[in-house]
């Protein structure tokens, strides 16, 4: 019995202790009609943005897939769709991906996404041995 008043005592306490906690801090300032529409507006421009950059990504890798593409036109192509509609792309990107370069990390990016698509619905025949050839010629070409 000793144990339940204990533990009924604890909760009581913290509870307590949680509700002092905030009561004390301060009411948020109230937000006008207006401040609440400007900032719905600027979040669905954001998504519309960000679908018309993943829309592209996308296709582009499709592209990719079928060879109707290459690596450098892919790249170029991605990287006019994240400057016009998602800048925090490029520089995301390139810190989570290696490579030397933001251009790197993105034909990198690319060429992984395809291995990715390849590993689940596979093609035939695989557009993985003429990507890794064109990976390769590109890293080549941004040493010099």
């Given amino acids: 019995m000793h144990k339940y008043a204990t533990l009924f005592a ?39 943005s960000y679908r018309c950059f993943k829309a592209t990504f996308q296709s582009t890798i499709e592209s990719l897939r079928r060879g109707e593409v290459s690596l450098t036109d892919a790249k170029a192509r991605v990287h006019e769709a994240a400057n016009q509609h998602h800048p925090k792309f490029l520089p995301l990107l390139s810190m989570m991906n290696p490579g030397q370069s933001v251009d ?10 395809v291995r990715s ?28």
């Fill in 104 to 113: 790197e990390c993105l034909v990198r990016n690319l060429v992984g996404h």
């Fill in 10 to 48: 604890i909760a009581t306490l913290t509870t307590g202790y949680a509700t002092v906690r905030l009561i004390d801090e301060e009411a948020p300032a109230s937000i006008s009609m207006a401040e609440i529409f400007a900032n719905d507006q600027k979040v669905r421009e954001m998504v519309v």
């Fill in 117 to 144: 698509l390849e590993e689940f619905r596979p093609t035939d025949p695989s557009p993985l041995p003429r990507l890794e050839a064109e990976l390769q010629d590109l890293l080549r070409a941004m040493e010099k």
